[in-house]
Protein backbone atom coordinates (compact mmCIF):
# COMPACT_ATOMS: atom_id res chain seq x y z
CA UNK A 1 0.00 0.00 0.00
CA UNK A 2 0.84 3.66 -0.57
CA UNK A 3 -0.22 6.72 1.19
CA UNK A 4 -2.03 9.28 -1.28
CA UNK A 5 -2.28 13.07 0.75
CA UNK A 6 -5.04 15.06 -0.51
CA UNK A 7 -4.34 18.83 -0.17
CA UNK A 8 -6.80 21.59 -0.56
CA UNK A 9 -5.40 24.05 -2.49
CA UNK A 10 -6.42 26.96 -4.55
CA UNK A 11 -8.32 24.62 -7.13
CA UNK A 12 -9.68 22.25 -4.89
CA UNK A 13 -8.84 18.99 -3.61
CA UNK A 14 -5.83 18.07 -5.43
CA UNK A 15 -2.71 15.18 -5.48
CA UNK A 16 0.10 16.52 -5.20
CA UNK A 17 2.87 16.55 -7.95
CA UNK A 18 6.17 16.70 -6.45
CA UNK A 19 6.39 20.13 -7.57
CA UNK A 20 3.11 21.07 -5.78
CA UNK A 21 4.13 18.88 -2.39
CA UNK A 22 7.47 20.43 -2.25
CA UNK A 23 5.44 23.67 -2.65
CA UNK A 24 3.33 23.01 -0.22
CA UNK A 25 6.05 21.59 2.20
CA UNK A 26 7.67 24.61 1.97
CA UNK A 27 4.92 26.59 3.35
CA UNK A 28 4.67 23.55 5.94
CA UNK A 29 1.05 23.35 5.07
CA UNK A 30 -0.55 19.65 5.98
CA UNK A 31 -2.60 17.30 3.84
CA UNK A 32 -6.56 17.34 4.55
CA UNK A 33 -6.51 13.63 4.40
CA UNK A 34 -4.22 10.78 3.65
CA UNK A 35 -5.74 7.83 1.21
CA UNK A 36 -4.46 4.36 1.52
CA UNK A 37 -4.12 3.28 -2.22
CA UNK A 38 -2.27 -0.09 -3.84
CA UNK A 39 0.72 0.25 -5.21
CA UNK A 40 0.77 1.78 -8.30
CA UNK A 41 2.95 -0.56 -10.85
CA UNK A 42 6.36 0.68 -11.60
CA UNK A 43 6.63 3.13 -14.56
CA UNK A 44 9.38 1.91 -17.08
CA UNK A 45 9.79 4.60 -19.01
CA UNK A 46 11.32 7.93 -18.89
CA UNK A 47 9.15 9.32 -21.46
CA UNK A 48 6.48 11.97 -19.79
CA UNK A 49 2.77 10.87 -19.70
CA UNK A 50 0.75 13.28 -21.97
CA UNK A 51 -1.72 14.02 -19.07
CA UNK A 52 1.04 14.93 -16.78
CA UNK A 53 3.49 16.62 -18.53
CA UNK A 54 2.17 20.00 -18.08
CA UNK A 55 2.17 20.56 -14.15
CA UNK A 56 0.54 24.11 -14.36
CA UNK A 57 -2.91 21.98 -13.50
CA UNK A 58 -1.67 18.93 -11.44
CA UNK A 59 -3.51 15.44 -12.43
CA UNK A 60 -6.42 14.91 -10.29
CA UNK A 61 -5.93 11.22 -9.74
CA UNK A 62 -3.45 9.82 -11.73
CA UNK A 63 -2.07 6.89 -9.02
CA UNK A 64 -5.66 5.22 -8.99
CA UNK A 65 -5.95 5.40 -12.93
CA UNK A 66 -2.48 3.73 -13.06
CA UNK A 67 -3.18 0.47 -11.17
CA UNK A 68 -5.61 -0.29 -14.09
CA UNK A 69 -2.43 0.14 -16.24
CA UNK A 70 -4.06 2.56 -19.19
CA UNK A 71 -0.34 4.77 -19.37
CA UNK A 72 1.58 2.27 -19.86
CA UNK A 73 -0.57 1.24 -22.90
CA UNK A 74 -0.81 4.67 -23.96
CA UNK A 75 2.99 4.79 -23.89
CA UNK A 76 2.86 1.54 -25.96
CA UNK A 77 0.66 3.67 -28.15
CA UNK A 78 2.61 6.63 -28.29
CA UNK A 79 -0.28 8.82 -27.72
CA UNK A 80 0.81 12.60 -28.17
CA UNK A 81 -1.91 14.52 -26.29
CA UNK A 82 -2.87 18.15 -28.28
CA UNK A 83 -0.68 20.87 -25.88
CA UNK A 84 -2.35 23.81 -23.97
CA UNK A 85 -0.43 26.75 -24.06
CA UNK A 86 0.41 28.15 -20.87
CA UNK A 87 -1.97 30.60 -19.23
CA UNK A 88 -0.69 33.31 -16.76
CA UNK A 89 -0.67 32.39 -13.09
CA UNK A 90 -3.18 35.16 -12.44
CA UNK A 91 -5.72 32.87 -13.62
CA UNK A 92 -4.83 30.19 -10.72
CA UNK A 93 -3.80 32.39 -7.97
CA UNK A 94 -7.59 34.22 -8.44
CA UNK A 95 -9.72 33.64 -5.76
CA UNK A 96 -12.58 31.57 -6.72
CA UNK A 97 -15.81 33.98 -6.30
CA UNK A 98 -14.03 36.95 -7.96
CA UNK A 99 -12.77 34.45 -10.80
CA UNK A 100 -16.92 32.79 -10.80
CA UNK A 101 -17.97 36.53 -11.17
CA UNK A 102 -15.47 37.62 -14.02
CA UNK A 103 -17.03 34.22 -15.83
CA UNK A 104 -20.63 35.50 -15.04
CA UNK A 105 -20.52 39.00 -15.82
CA UNK A 106 -18.77 37.43 -19.81
CA UNK A 107 -21.45 34.80 -20.19
CA UNK A 108 -24.22 38.01 -19.82
CA UNK A 109 -22.27 40.08 -22.17
CA UNK A 110 -21.67 37.10 -24.81
CA UNK A 111 -25.29 36.74 -24.63
CA UNK A 112 -27.12 34.42 -26.92
CA UNK A 113 -23.29 34.13 -29.32
CA UNK A 114 -22.27 32.06 -26.43
CA UNK A 115 -23.73 28.27 -25.53
CA UNK A 116 -22.00 26.46 -22.32
CA UNK A 117 -22.55 22.73 -22.71
CA UNK A 118 -21.18 20.83 -19.41
CA UNK A 119 -20.81 16.62 -19.05
CA UNK A 120 -21.74 15.46 -16.21
CA UNK A 121 -18.60 14.76 -15.28
CA UNK A 122 -17.48 18.62 -15.12
CA UNK A 123 -16.63 19.50 -11.05
CA UNK A 124 -19.23 21.87 -9.51
CA UNK A 125 -16.98 24.73 -10.03
CA UNK A 126 -17.62 24.66 -13.99
CA UNK A 127 -20.60 22.75 -14.21
CA UNK A 128 -22.55 26.44 -12.54
CA UNK A 129 -21.62 27.80 -15.72
CA UNK A 130 -23.32 24.67 -17.65
CA UNK A 131 -26.39 26.51 -20.30
CA UNK A 132 -27.08 22.27 -21.25
CA UNK A 133 -25.72 19.51 -18.58
CA UNK A 134 -25.91 16.10 -20.52
CA UNK A 135 -24.23 12.47 -21.65
CA UNK A 136 -22.51 12.62 -24.75
CA UNK A 137 -25.53 11.77 -26.83
CA UNK A 138 -27.31 14.43 -25.07
CA UNK A 139 -24.87 16.95 -25.74
CA UNK A 140 -24.63 16.05 -29.37
CA UNK A 141 -27.95 16.51 -29.35
CA UNK A 142 -27.85 20.07 -28.29
CA UNK A 143 -24.76 21.16 -30.60
CA UNK A 144 -26.61 20.05 -33.46
CA UNK A 145 -29.72 22.46 -32.37
CA UNK A 146 -28.09 25.59 -30.80
CA UNK A 147 -27.67 27.22 -34.55
CA UNK A 148 -27.83 30.39 -33.27
CA UNK A 149 -24.71 30.65 -30.84
CA UNK A 150 -21.30 31.87 -32.60
CA UNK A 151 -19.49 30.18 -30.38
CA UNK A 152 -19.50 26.31 -28.55
CA UNK A 153 -17.93 26.48 -25.33
CA UNK A 154 -17.51 22.85 -24.04
CA UNK A 155 -16.92 21.74 -20.85
CA UNK A 156 -15.94 18.04 -21.79
CA UNK A 157 -12.94 15.91 -23.46
CA UNK A 158 -11.60 16.39 -27.00
CA UNK A 159 -13.76 13.80 -28.89
CA UNK A 160 -16.77 15.59 -27.62
CA UNK A 161 -15.26 19.00 -28.97
CA UNK A 162 -14.87 17.13 -31.92
CA UNK A 163 -18.19 15.84 -32.74
CA UNK A 164 -19.89 19.08 -31.59
CA UNK A 165 -18.06 20.95 -34.48
CA UNK A 166 -19.03 18.41 -37.00
CA UNK A 167 -22.56 18.71 -35.71
CA UNK A 168 -22.67 22.56 -35.56
CA UNK A 169 -22.96 25.09 -38.40
CA UNK A 170 -19.98 26.31 -40.50
CA UNK A 171 -20.20 29.73 -38.90
CA UNK A 172 -19.89 28.27 -35.28
CA UNK A 173 -16.65 27.92 -33.52
CA UNK A 174 -16.34 25.04 -30.83
CA UNK A 175 -13.70 26.03 -27.92
CA UNK A 176 -12.39 23.50 -25.56
CA UNK A 177 -11.08 25.42 -22.42
CA UNK A 178 -8.34 23.32 -21.99
CA UNK A 179 -6.84 21.53 -25.23
CA UNK A 180 -5.23 18.59 -23.11
CA UNK A 181 -8.87 17.21 -21.55
CA UNK A 182 -8.72 14.35 -23.77
CA UNK A 183 -9.86 10.77 -23.24
CA UNK A 184 -7.42 8.02 -22.50
CA UNK A 185 -9.83 5.40 -24.34
CA UNK A 186 -10.65 7.53 -27.14
CA UNK A 187 -6.77 7.59 -27.34
CA UNK A 188 -6.36 3.52 -27.17
CA UNK A 189 -7.83 3.39 -30.66
CA UNK A 190 -5.76 4.53 -33.55
CA UNK A 191 -7.14 5.42 -37.12
CA UNK A 192 -4.12 3.52 -38.67
CA UNK A 193 -4.30 0.83 -36.28
CA UNK A 194 -8.35 0.03 -36.88
CA UNK A 195 -7.91 1.03 -40.51
CA UNK A 196 -5.19 -1.77 -40.85
CA UNK A 197 -7.06 -4.38 -38.86
CA UNK A 198 -10.11 -3.71 -41.26
CA UNK A 199 -7.76 -4.53 -44.21
CA UNK A 200 -7.04 -7.48 -42.39
CA UNK A 201 -10.27 -8.96 -41.95
CA UNK A 202 -10.95 -8.26 -45.48
CA UNK A 203 -8.26 -10.09 -46.49
CA UNK A 204 -9.37 -13.20 -44.21
CA UNK A 205 -12.51 -12.98 -46.33
CA UNK A 206 -14.27 -12.24 -43.05
CA UNK A 207 -16.74 -9.56 -44.71
CA UNK A 208 -20.52 -8.54 -44.27
CA UNK A 209 -18.94 -6.38 -41.24
CA UNK A 210 -20.56 -3.31 -39.88
CA UNK A 211 -18.14 -0.80 -38.36
CA UNK A 212 -19.57 0.79 -34.62
CA UNK A 213 -17.45 3.56 -33.28
CA UNK A 214 -18.13 4.70 -29.83
CA UNK A 215 -18.70 8.45 -29.39
CA UNK A 216 -15.35 8.35 -27.47
CA UNK A 217 -13.28 8.00 -30.11
CA UNK A 218 -11.63 10.28 -33.04
CA UNK A 219 -13.07 11.90 -35.33
CA UNK A 220 -10.72 10.28 -38.17
CA UNK A 221 -12.78 7.03 -36.45
CA UNK A 222 -16.48 8.42 -37.27
CA UNK A 223 -15.54 9.14 -40.36
CA UNK A 224 -13.93 5.40 -40.92
CA UNK A 225 -17.42 4.44 -39.70
CA UNK A 226 -19.27 6.65 -42.10
CA UNK A 227 -16.98 5.43 -45.40
CA UNK A 228 -17.78 1.90 -44.35
CA UNK A 229 -21.19 1.75 -43.88
CA UNK A 230 -21.06 2.19 -40.26
CA UNK A 231 -22.20 3.70 -37.63
CA UNK A 232 -21.67 5.77 -34.04
CA UNK A 233 -23.36 4.95 -30.45
CA UNK A 234 -23.21 6.66 -27.09
CA UNK A 235 -23.99 4.57 -23.71
CA UNK A 236 -27.24 5.41 -24.16
CA UNK A 237 -28.16 3.88 -27.64
CA UNK A 238 -25.71 0.94 -28.16
CA UNK A 239 -28.38 -1.21 -28.14
CA UNK A 240 -30.50 0.46 -30.63
CA UNK A 241 -27.42 1.24 -33.03
CA UNK A 242 -26.43 -3.12 -32.54
CA UNK A 243 -30.00 -3.63 -34.05
CA UNK A 244 -29.52 -0.88 -36.64
CA UNK A 245 -25.96 -2.37 -37.58
CA UNK A 246 -27.46 -6.13 -37.59
CA UNK A 247 -29.98 -5.24 -40.22
CA UNK A 248 -27.04 -3.72 -42.29
CA UNK A 249 -24.79 -6.96 -41.62
CA UNK A 250 -23.80 -10.12 -39.89
CA UNK A 251 -20.95 -8.93 -37.78
CA UNK A 252 -19.57 -5.84 -35.91
CA UNK A 253 -16.34 -4.49 -35.39
CA UNK A 254 -16.73 -2.45 -32.58
CA UNK A 255 -13.92 0.35 -31.24
CA UNK A 256 -12.57 1.50 -28.76
CA UNK A 257 -14.28 0.20 -25.87
CA UNK A 258 -14.18 -3.60 -25.50
CA UNK A 259 -16.66 -3.58 -22.37
CA UNK A 260 -19.52 -1.48 -23.68
CA UNK A 261 -19.27 -3.58 -26.86
CA UNK A 262 -19.16 -6.88 -24.86
CA UNK A 263 -21.78 -5.58 -22.08
CA UNK A 264 -24.18 -4.66 -25.43
CA UNK A 265 -23.34 -7.97 -27.31
CA UNK A 266 -24.59 -9.89 -23.86
CA UNK A 267 -27.51 -8.12 -23.62
CA UNK A 268 -28.41 -8.96 -27.57
CA UNK A 269 -28.21 -12.65 -26.49
CA UNK A 270 -24.63 -12.77 -28.43
CA UNK A 271 -23.21 -16.50 -27.03
CA UNK A 272 -19.35 -15.16 -25.35
CA UNK A 273 -17.34 -17.60 -28.30
CA UNK A 274 -19.25 -15.35 -30.38
CA UNK A 275 -17.25 -12.66 -29.08
CA UNK A 276 -13.42 -11.94 -29.55
CA UNK A 277 -10.94 -9.25 -28.90
CA UNK A 278 -8.81 -7.60 -31.17
CA UNK A 279 -5.50 -6.70 -29.70
CA UNK A 280 -3.48 -4.23 -31.98
CA UNK A 281 -0.44 -5.20 -31.07
CA UNK A 282 -0.28 -8.73 -31.97
CA UNK A 283 -0.51 -10.55 -35.39
CA UNK A 284 -4.29 -11.52 -36.45
CA UNK A 285 -5.58 -8.92 -33.20
CA UNK A 286 -4.51 -12.45 -31.37
CA UNK A 287 -6.86 -14.76 -33.33
CA UNK A 288 -7.26 -17.26 -34.87
CA UNK A 289 -8.03 -16.66 -38.58
CA UNK A 290 -11.22 -19.07 -37.97
CA UNK A 291 -12.05 -17.37 -35.06
CA UNK A 292 -12.46 -14.21 -36.58
CA UNK A 293 -14.12 -16.24 -39.32
CA UNK A 294 -16.78 -17.70 -37.31
CA UNK A 295 -16.72 -14.37 -34.64
CA UNK A 296 -20.31 -12.01 -34.57
CA UNK A 297 -18.74 -9.53 -32.84
CA UNK A 298 -15.00 -8.08 -32.83
CA UNK A 299 -14.09 -6.09 -29.67
CA UNK A 300 -11.55 -3.73 -29.95
CA UNK A 301 -9.49 -4.00 -27.15
CA UNK A 302 -9.66 -0.54 -25.21
CA UNK A 303 -11.32 0.20 -22.12
CA UNK A 304 -11.85 3.37 -19.73
CA UNK A 305 -9.38 3.53 -16.94
CA UNK A 306 -12.14 5.40 -14.08
CA UNK A 307 -14.55 2.42 -15.21
CA UNK A 308 -12.15 -0.43 -15.52
CA UNK A 309 -11.62 0.25 -11.52
CA UNK A 310 -14.81 -1.01 -10.29
CA UNK A 311 -15.06 -4.53 -9.45
CA UNK A 312 -17.67 -7.55 -8.14
CA UNK A 313 -15.85 -7.06 -4.83
CA UNK A 314 -16.82 -3.94 -4.12
CA UNK A 315 -20.73 -4.18 -5.17
CA UNK A 316 -20.47 -7.40 -2.63
CA UNK A 317 -19.33 -5.51 0.34
CA UNK A 318 -21.95 -2.82 -1.21
CA UNK A 319 -24.71 -5.47 -0.41
CA UNK A 320 -23.15 -6.38 2.48
CA UNK A 321 -23.25 -3.19 4.30
CA UNK A 322 -26.54 -2.05 2.71
CA UNK A 323 -28.82 -4.89 2.34
CA UNK A 324 -31.08 -2.64 0.26
CA UNK A 325 -29.05 -1.18 -1.65
CA UNK A 326 -29.32 -0.67 -5.39
CA UNK A 327 -26.41 -1.20 -7.69
CA UNK A 328 -26.25 1.00 -11.01
CA UNK A 329 -22.84 1.24 -13.04
CA UNK A 330 -22.33 2.63 -16.44
CA UNK A 331 -21.79 0.40 -18.86
CA UNK A 332 -18.23 1.01 -19.64
CA UNK A 333 -17.40 -1.17 -16.33
CA UNK A 334 -16.41 -4.72 -17.35
CA UNK A 335 -18.74 -7.57 -17.77
CA UNK A 336 -19.47 -9.12 -14.62
CA UNK A 337 -19.60 -6.15 -12.97
CA UNK A 338 -22.49 -4.82 -15.10
CA UNK A 339 -24.06 -8.59 -14.38
CA UNK A 340 -23.40 -8.44 -10.75
CA UNK A 341 -25.18 -4.56 -10.72
CA UNK A 342 -29.14 -4.04 -10.52
CA UNK A 343 -29.04 -1.60 -13.46
CA UNK A 344 -26.51 -0.30 -15.96
CA UNK A 345 -26.85 3.29 -18.39
CA UNK A 346 -25.34 5.99 -19.44
CA UNK A 347 -24.37 9.12 -17.12
CA UNK A 348 -27.91 10.69 -18.23
CA UNK A 349 -30.11 7.40 -17.35
CA UNK A 350 -28.02 6.54 -14.34
CA UNK A 351 -28.80 10.31 -12.72
CA UNK A 352 -32.86 9.61 -14.01
CA UNK A 353 -33.04 6.66 -12.57
CA UNK A 354 -31.68 8.13 -9.30
CA UNK A 355 -33.59 10.93 -9.04
CA UNK A 356 -37.01 9.31 -9.73
CA UNK A 357 -36.24 6.79 -7.34
CA UNK A 358 -38.36 7.02 -4.06
CA UNK A 359 -37.57 8.91 -1.09
CA UNK A 360 -34.78 6.76 1.95
CA UNK A 361 -33.89 4.42 -1.19
CA UNK A 362 -29.99 3.94 -0.93
CA UNK A 363 -27.76 3.54 -4.46
CA UNK A 364 -24.26 2.34 -4.66
CA UNK A 365 -22.99 4.39 -8.14
CA UNK A 366 -20.18 2.93 -10.30
CA UNK A 367 -18.96 6.03 -12.24
CA UNK A 368 -17.24 8.88 -11.88
CA UNK A 369 -17.09 10.73 -9.30
CA UNK A 370 -18.07 14.35 -9.74
CA UNK A 371 -21.43 12.91 -10.70
CA UNK A 372 -22.07 10.74 -7.70
CA UNK A 373 -20.71 13.74 -5.55
CA UNK A 374 -23.34 15.65 -7.44
CA UNK A 375 -26.34 13.64 -7.05
CA UNK A 376 -25.32 13.06 -3.26
CA UNK A 377 -25.63 17.10 -2.73
CA UNK A 378 -28.52 17.33 -4.96
CA UNK A 379 -31.31 14.56 -3.62
CA UNK A 380 -30.44 14.37 0.57
CA UNK A 381 -33.31 11.94 0.38
CA UNK A 382 -31.25 9.24 -0.99
CA UNK A 383 -28.24 7.47 0.01
CA UNK A 384 -26.22 7.85 -2.54
CA UNK A 385 -22.52 6.78 -2.35
CA UNK A 386 -19.78 5.27 -4.92
CA UNK A 387 -18.76 2.32 -5.05
CA UNK A 388 -15.43 2.34 -5.20
CA UNK A 389 -14.71 3.66 -2.25
CA UNK A 390 -11.26 5.86 -3.28
CA UNK A 391 -11.79 9.38 -4.64
CA UNK A 392 -11.31 8.94 -8.54
CA UNK A 393 -12.36 11.93 -10.83
CA UNK A 394 -11.42 11.31 -14.86
CA UNK A 395 -8.41 12.70 -14.49
CA UNK A 396 -8.61 14.35 -18.53
CA UNK A 397 -12.52 15.77 -17.62
CA UNK A 398 -10.98 17.25 -14.76
CA UNK A 399 -8.04 19.25 -16.79
CA UNK A 400 -11.00 21.84 -17.76
CA UNK A 401 -10.76 24.51 -14.64
CA UNK A 402 -12.53 27.71 -14.50
CA UNK A 403 -9.32 29.37 -14.77
CA UNK A 404 -8.94 28.04 -18.26
CA UNK A 405 -13.20 29.36 -18.80
CA UNK A 406 -12.17 32.66 -17.69
CA UNK A 407 -9.29 32.58 -20.24
CA UNK A 408 -10.76 31.38 -23.16
CA UNK A 409 -14.05 33.84 -22.87
CA UNK A 410 -11.56 36.90 -22.30
CA UNK A 411 -9.99 35.93 -25.37
CA UNK A 412 -13.32 35.55 -27.38
CA UNK A 413 -15.52 38.86 -25.78
CA UNK A 414 -11.70 40.44 -27.03
CA UNK A 415 -12.50 38.63 -30.81
CA UNK A 416 -9.65 36.49 -30.24
CA UNK A 417 -10.28 33.15 -30.50
CA UNK A 418 -8.47 30.08 -28.86
CA UNK A 419 -8.10 26.13 -28.62
CA UNK A 420 -10.52 26.24 -31.17
CA UNK A 421 -11.43 21.94 -32.52
CA UNK A 422 -11.76 22.49 -36.03
CA UNK A 423 -11.89 18.82 -37.51
CA UNK A 424 -10.85 19.24 -41.33
CA UNK A 425 -13.58 18.84 -43.91
CA UNK A 426 -13.24 15.91 -45.79
CA UNK A 427 -12.87 13.86 -42.03
CA UNK A 428 -15.81 15.86 -41.02
CA UNK A 429 -18.39 15.02 -43.76
CA UNK A 430 -17.60 11.11 -43.40
CA UNK A 431 -17.64 11.50 -39.73
CA UNK A 432 -21.44 13.12 -40.10
CA UNK A 433 -22.65 10.28 -42.21
CA UNK A 434 -22.15 7.93 -39.14
CA UNK A 435 -23.31 10.41 -36.54
CA UNK A 436 -25.93 11.34 -38.46
CA UNK A 437 -27.10 7.65 -38.78
CA UNK A 438 -26.71 7.49 -35.26
CA UNK A 439 -29.16 10.38 -34.51
CA UNK A 440 -31.87 9.23 -36.98
CA UNK A 441 -31.70 5.78 -34.73
CA UNK A 442 -35.17 5.59 -33.24
P1 LIG B 1 -21.97 9.13 -21.30
O1 LIG B 1 -22.29 9.11 -22.76
O2 LIG B 1 -22.75 8.14 -20.53
O3 LIG B 1 -22.07 10.52 -20.77
O4 LIG B 1 -20.45 8.65 -21.11
C1 LIG B 1 -19.38 9.38 -21.57
C2 LIG B 1 -18.16 8.95 -20.92
O5 LIG B 1 -17.09 9.39 -21.25
C3 LIG B 1 -18.25 7.94 -19.88
O6 LIG B 1 -16.99 7.65 -19.40
FE1 LIG C 1 -12.75 8.85 -21.27
FE2 LIG C 1 -13.20 7.30 -19.14
FE3 LIG C 1 -12.87 9.93 -18.83
FE4 LIG C 1 -15.09 8.95 -19.96
S1 LIG C 1 -14.42 8.67 -17.85
S2 LIG C 1 -13.88 10.71 -20.68
S3 LIG C 1 -14.24 7.20 -21.11
S4 LIG C 1 -11.33 8.44 -19.59
Known sequence: MIQVPWWHGSRGLETPTPR??????????????????PT????????PLPWLTDTQLPAASCVPEETVGAYPLLRRYGVTAPHQQKIPREYFKMAGPERDEKIWALKRQMGKDLVVLGHHYQRDEVIQFADFRGDSFKLSQQAAGRADAEYILFCGVHF????????????????????????SMADMAKDADVRAAWDTLEKLGVTNVVPITYMNSAAALKAFCGE??????????????????????EKLFFFPDEHLGRNTGFK????????VVWDPFLPLGGN???????????????????????SVDQITKARIDYPDVNVIVHPECRLE????????????????????????TT??????????????EELPDKHIFCLDPVICPCSTMYRVHPAYILWTLEHLAAGNVVNQITVDETTAQNALVALDRMLSVP
Open 40 to 47: APAVSSDT
Open 228 to 249: HGGIVCTSSNAGRVFDWAFERG
Open 288 to 310: TAEALQSATLILWKGYCSVHARF
Open 160 to 183: MAESADILSQPHQKVILPNLEAGC
Open 337 to 360: VVQAADDDGSTEYIIDKVTAAPAG
Open 363 to 376: WAIGTEINLVNRLN
Open 20 to 37: FAESWARRQLKPIMVLQL
Open 268 to 275: KGIPQEKM
